[in-house]
Structures are given as structure tokens and as C-alpha cells.
């Protein structure tokens, strides 16, 4: 009998056969070689990016949040080096999300959320919330927005560690947009100034406790370590 494979029955169960078995390999294939990418990812990113120096800043104990966590890497190292702290991750790419929690695995006080961080609806509060390279990938108007949900998040004198490309020194931040480009193919890019985060952070309600240097070799990045003061 005619078949809409345009042969007999047999042969039309074994083409769906292995038409399956194909596709159940190359997605099998996909995830081991986007979490190998990944892996590879983690050390390039270790050694463009200091974590050390957000490490450095965060409690030996309670829960920190990561704003944007991409593939987990800043969550994980936080959760590998630091076993009594619980790392929440927050991410809006779904296939991020994917990756991330293949890492996840071998690590018990790390968890990844994959929604978009505005939207975040946890009835937990933090310690520490972090946000490493997120905000120049947004729109101006959600950074404002950024900072009061990290706000409403935090606990009374929870800290909150924001690092962004600097515009100073020039040929670091030329690195850091070339790079920029490269990775993301999008000329997408809204730089929040220094002074315009710490404006926005005072405006919600949050001290200045330090602004130091977190740049490497070749990129520039500033870090701004704010303190949610208590309201009276
Ligand atoms: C340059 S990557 C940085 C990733 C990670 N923080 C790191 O330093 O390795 C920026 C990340 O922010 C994520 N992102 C952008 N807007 C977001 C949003 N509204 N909520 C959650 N994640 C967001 C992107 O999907 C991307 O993974």
C-alpha cells in the first residue's frame, strides 16, 4: 500500500526509525559539545576576567544571587570556592540556562532560574546579588529597572556588587567593545557610566561602600560595591 512516504509501510516505519535515531544523536552530540564550548568558555572568561576579586567581596556564608549568570560560570566558581554560600543564578536564554545546569551536577549549593530577572519571583531575600558584563546588554530603560528589583531582593545591608565596562583607559575599553562585537555579532551596546550607576544606586536607596579597579590585561571594567542601607 501507498504510504505519505511515498513507499510501502516497512519502509516507512524504518525511515521514521532512523530519522529519529538521528535526531536523538545529534541532540545528544549538541549538549555534550555546547557544555565542552562551555567549559572552554569558563576558562577563557577566568582568565579575561578576574572572579577573584568578586570572591574577594562576598560573605563565607548566606545566599548570593547573580543577575545574568550566562552559562554559570560566576555562580559556579563562587559555589566551588565558597561551600557554605548558596548561589542562586538568574538567566533570560533558555539554552544558557540548559548548559549551565549540566555544570550544576557536581555542585549542591547552586541553582539556575532561567527567567527574565525583571520578572524574577523569589520569596527569598539575599545577601549578596551580583551582576557581572549584564546592563550594556540592555536597554537604558531596564537598567533603573535592574536596580530596584536587586533592591527588593536584597536584605536590610545586603550588598550588591555591580561590575561594567569602564570607558577609562581607552585601548581597554576598545578591547572590551571589540570583544563585545565579536561575541554578541550586535552593535547592541548600552554603556551605564560610573557616575550614572552610582546616581541611580543612591536613588534606590543604597550606599556606596567602595568603586574599585576589576580590570585585566586587556579589558576595563569598574566594580561598585553598594551597601542596601536600612530605611528609617
Ligand atoms: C555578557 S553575558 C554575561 C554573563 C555572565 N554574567 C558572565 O559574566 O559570564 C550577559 C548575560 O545577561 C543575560 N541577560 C540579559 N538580559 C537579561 C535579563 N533581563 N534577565 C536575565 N538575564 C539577562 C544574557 O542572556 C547573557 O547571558
Given at each position: 500500500m501507498e504510504t505519505p512516504c511515498g513507499s510501502n509501510a516497512g519502509d516507512c516505519k524504518e525511515n521514521n526509525r532512523n530519522t529519529m535515531i538521528k535526531l536523538i544523536i545529534s541532540c545528544f552530540l549538541n549538549r555534550i559539545m555546547s557544555v565542552f564550548t562551555s567549559k572552554a568558555y569558563d576558562k577563557l572568561r577566568s582568565l579575561i576576567f578576574p572572579f577573584g576579586k568578586i570572591l574577594d567581596e562576598i560573605p563565607n556564608k548566606g545566599k548570593v544571587l547573580d543577575v545574568?549568570?550566562?552559562?554559570g560560570t560566576l555562580p559556579l566558581y563562587i559555589a566551588k570556592n565558597k561551600r557554605n554560600v548558596f548561589v542562586v543564578g538568574v538567566e533570560i536564554s533558555n539554552k544558557r540556562v540548559l548548559v549551565a545546569k549540566e555544570k550544576v551536577?557536581?555542585?549542591?549549593n547552586v541553582k539556575f532560574f532561567n527567567c527574565n530577572f525583571i520578572e524574577f519571583k523569589g520569596n527569598e531575600k539575599f545577601d549578596t546579588i551580583t551582576c557581572l558584563d549584564v546592563l550594556h546588554h540592555m536597554?537604558?530603560?531596564l537598567h533603573e529597572k535592574v536596580i530596584k528589583k536587586v533592591s527588593e531582593l536584597l536584605k536590610p545591608n545586603g550588598i550588591f556588587i555591580l561590575v561594567e565596562i569602564d570607558r577609562h583607559p581607552f585601548p581597554k575599553y576598545l578591547c572590551s567593545r571589540m570583544h563585545d562585537l565579536m561575541m554578541?555579532?550586535?552593535?547592541?551596546f548600552n554603556l551605564i557610566r560610573k557616575g550614572v550607576a552610582i546616581k541611580m544606586l543612591e536613588s534606590y536607596g543604597f550606599g556606596v561602600n567602595s568603586i574599585k579597579d576589576a580590570s585585566s590585561a586587556m579589558y576595563g571594567r569598574y566594580m561598585i560595591i553598594a551597601k542596601k542601607l536600612k530605611r528609617g
Amino acid at each position: 500500500m501507498e504510504t505519505p512516504c511515498g513507499s510501502n509501510a516497512g519502509d516507512c516505519k524504518e525511515n521514521n526509525r532512523n530519522t529519529m535515531i538521528k535526531l536523538i544523536i545529534s541532540c545528544f552530540l549538541n549538549r555534550i559539545m555546547s557544555v565542552f564550548t562551555s567549559k572552554a568558555y569558563d576558562k577563557l572568561r577566568s582568565l579575561i576576567f578576574p572572579f577573584g576579586k568578586i570572591l574577594d567581596e562576598i560573605p563565607n556564608k548566606g545566599k548570593v544571587l547573580d543577575v545574568g549568570c550566562g552559562h554559570g560560570t560566576l555562580p559556579l566558581y563562587i559555589a566551588k570556592n565558597k561551600r557554605n554560600v548558596f548561589v542562586v543564578g538568574v538567566e533570560i536564554s533558555n539554552k544558557r540556562v540548559l548548559v549551565a545546569k549540566e555544570k550544576v551536577k557536581c555542585f549542591g549549593n547552586v541553582k539556575f532560574f532561567n527567567c527574565n530577572f525583571i520578572e524574577f519571583k523569589g520569596n527569598e531575600k539575599f545577601d549578596t546579588i551580583t551582576c557581572l558584563d549584564v546592563l550594556h546588554h540592555m536597554s537604558r530603560s531596564l537598567h533603573e529597572k535592574v536596580i530596584k528589583k536587586v533592591s527588593e531582593l536584597l536584605k536590610p545591608n545586603g550588598i550588591f556588587i555591580l561590575v561594567e565596562i569602564d570607558r577609562h583607559p581607552f585601548p581597554k575599553y576598545l578591547c572590551s567593545r571589540m570583544h563585545d562585537l565579536m561575541m554578541t555579532k550586535s552593535t547592541d551596546f548600552n554603556l551605564i557610566r560610573k557616575g550614572v550607576a552610582i546616581k541611580m544606586l543612591e536613588s534606590y536607596g543604597f550606599g556606596v561602600n567602595s568603586i574599585k579597579d576589576a580590570s585585566s590585561a586587556m579589558y576595563g571594567r569598574y566594580m561598585i560595591i553598594a551597601k542596601k542601607l536600612k530605611r528609617g
